[in-house]
């Protein structure tokens, strides 16, 4: 356990690149940290850190600890989570990477249902891009990861996957708000609110206007879904979300929600799963049970 805590300085340093940032959030002395990672070094034989006058970088040497590193303080926390079980006891903390698409309406439901069942659990959820999500489970950052239209696939274990169809969202009065369904190019001849690239949603989009020879040319860019969504409302402007957040939106006052005709727009999927070849601790498994099922039953 004592070597938990050294590891627990070396991969803040590495993630600050600054042993004094590091040292800040530890709440510990700089030159204290600084002993403590200089005391690693002489057992090891080797150095960690390249040193320069801006901070630290991790050197080839120390890449190597640190992937070691990580891993024993996921499996540390497998293995509290396991013990915990055993005494009937649900505690642990789960790490989650999420999309956008994801976070505003579906992941807040989830982890509501879940405290309630197991109150002494603690999440922390990070707000990730596609590719960025993935990564974090490479790292350790993250136990667990739901993303809509993942990047890279080589190293995350699937435990679902499920087809989205892609909606445009506008003001009840808009004159496309009686349809159906709709063609991309009837969405062309009016203000476009946008998502980023490489968002997820922007993606789908973006590949359906390019089989047709379009660029898709938006009034508004936005990191932001749910700015996108309020400038469309009251005005003759269109935004796009993905089924999950359909009834939600719909709540809203004021919004309709018109599917996008899928010879035009295919859709993407949502992925959930973790790092393939890790056993999750429990609360992790938990939970990714938990959403699996949920989206399973929805949208199945």
């Keep these: ?54 901070g630290v970088r991790l050197n080839t040497a120390g890449e190597i600890f640190l992937h070691h590193v990580r891993g024993q303080i996921s499996d540390l926390e497998r293995v509290r989570s396991q013990i915990a079980d055993l005494s009937g006891m649900r505690r642990g903390h789960v790490d989650i990477a999420c999309t956008p698409e994801l976070v505003r309406f579906f992941m807040p439901g989830q982890l509501q249902k879940y405290r309630t069942r197991y109150p002494a659990v603690t999440f922390s959820v990070f707000q990730l891009e596609r590719g960025e999500a993935e990564l974090s489970l490479i790292d350790h950052t993250c136990d667990i990861a739901v993303v809509f239209e993942p990047l890279k696939l080589a190293e995350f274990q699937t435990v679902l996957s499920i087809k ?79 089924s999950i957040n359909i009834q939600p939106l719909l709540e809203a006052s004021g919004f309709t929600a018109v599917p996008m005709d899928e010879a035009d727009v295919a859709g993407g999927f949502i992925f959930a799963g973790h790092l393939r070849g890790r056993s999750l601790p429990v609360a992790a498994a938990r939970f990714l049970e938990d959403i699996s099922r949920e989206l399973g039953e929805k949208y199945g």
């Design 1 to 54: 356990m004592r070597h938990q805590l050294l590891f627990r300085f070396l991969d803040k340093v590495a993630r600050t690149g600054s042993i004094r940032r590091a040292a800040e959030e530890l709440a510990i002395t700089p030159s204290a940290l600084n002993r403590r990672i200089l005391s690693l070094e002489a057992e090891l034989g080797e150095e960690l850190f390249e040193r320069h006058a801006t």
């Design 164 to 242: 989205q169809q892609v909606y445009c969202i506008m003001g009840i009065n808009h004159p496309l708000a009686k349809k159906d369904k709709l063609r991309l190019y009837e969405c062309t001849e009016y203000p476009l609110m946008l998502p980023h690239k490489p968002r997820g949603v922007r993606q789908v989009l973006d590949a359906a206007a390019a089989k047709v020879n379009m660029v898709l040319e938006p009034v508004v860019e936005s990191n932001s879904l749910g700015l996108l969504q309020t400038l469309a409302h009251g005005s003759d402007a269109l935004s796009f979300t993905i």
